[in-house]
């Protein structure tokens, strides 16, 4: 049973809102692109992960996917996907990379398209996180259950080598989804008594769920951009030029003439992304590029926003949900 879900993350829908309301020629775009390439790419193996932990066959288990739990008051450890039961646990670290992966025991060295590039040993992630989630349990328990951990690598066209000396620790752990079956029941059954009592792993799960903390990322921080370099303005969605005005009404496109009755709402979630989520008239007006207060209130007054304050200073909350439906 699946206790948590994976959610699209909104760090990529952040970094599209912020690609495409930054200037053509701004320095940070190639390292924006990159950063939400490696994004897109390690969710699509994530999301491959899931797809196979799902056809897991049933037990009495319990799955996590992308938690992040923490350490201390400041730091937090983060997990793909968790499968727990009340006998053992396990961890799934998924890599989406392309091209030839060798696993070395300092590190796992990339070699695509003629580079080759360095990342840390995600047996020794995955084996960091077990180590973590023993201790986790063992503080909330004052026992801690049996657990395992595995690098599934989702890229169907990766090639997977090992270090010599390495190949023989290394080829148990790095696997493909198509293993997950295999190697999960494999450690099922040499882990068959319960040790955690069912009220005590209801416990537990209570306690992943509430303890989950989500990474926020300031990406203005991350990416050296100022809130003065995002365009303010309504995208054309027949041109894709930022270039609709108000009129009648209705938005209408001041270079290709197209209209569209709904065009502030991505603008809209755009805002949400890139600033947060509570707007005041005078906001809304500033980024859609409107003059007139009484349009501005109308569009605020048709979205049925929650607000707070009197009409002069109040503050409407926008959410994606609503915004992207
Ligand atoms: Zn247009």
Known sequence: MVKKHRKFPIAILMLEALLRRLHPQHPSRAKIKFD????????????QLDYHMAHLPRKNH??????????????FFQIDSLLL????FMIYEAKNHAGTLT?????MLQTYE?????????????ENQQYHMEKFIGKHFGFTLPGTSFVVVTNPSSIIKFATHYEQIASRKVIRPLAIRQKSEGFWDHHPIPLLSHANLQK??????????????????????KKSDILPGVF????????????????KCRRCRYLDKHAHIPALADYYLLNGDTITNRQLRQFLQLDSVTVATNLLGALRLPFDGTFKDRKYYLSLERLRN
């Open 236 to 251: 054309c969605s027949n041109c894709q030029s930022l270039s609709m005005a108000r009129v009648f009404g209705t938005w």
């Open 85 to 88: 039961s009340s006998s053992y």
């Open 62 to 75: 319990y799955i996590f996917h992308d938690l992040r739990l923490p350490l201390t008051n400041k730091d």
């Open 36 to 47: 939400l390439r490696v994004r897109r790419s390690g969710y699509y193996g994530e999301t």
């Open 204 to 225: 537990l799960c209570r306690l992943l769920l509430k303890l989950h903390t989500p990474l926020n990322t300031n990406i203005f921080k991350t990416f050296d951009v």
């Open 103 to 107: 696993f070395e025991e300092q590190q």
């Open 114 to 126: 003629g580079y080759t590039e360095s990342y840390p040993n995600p047996i020794v992630q995955a």
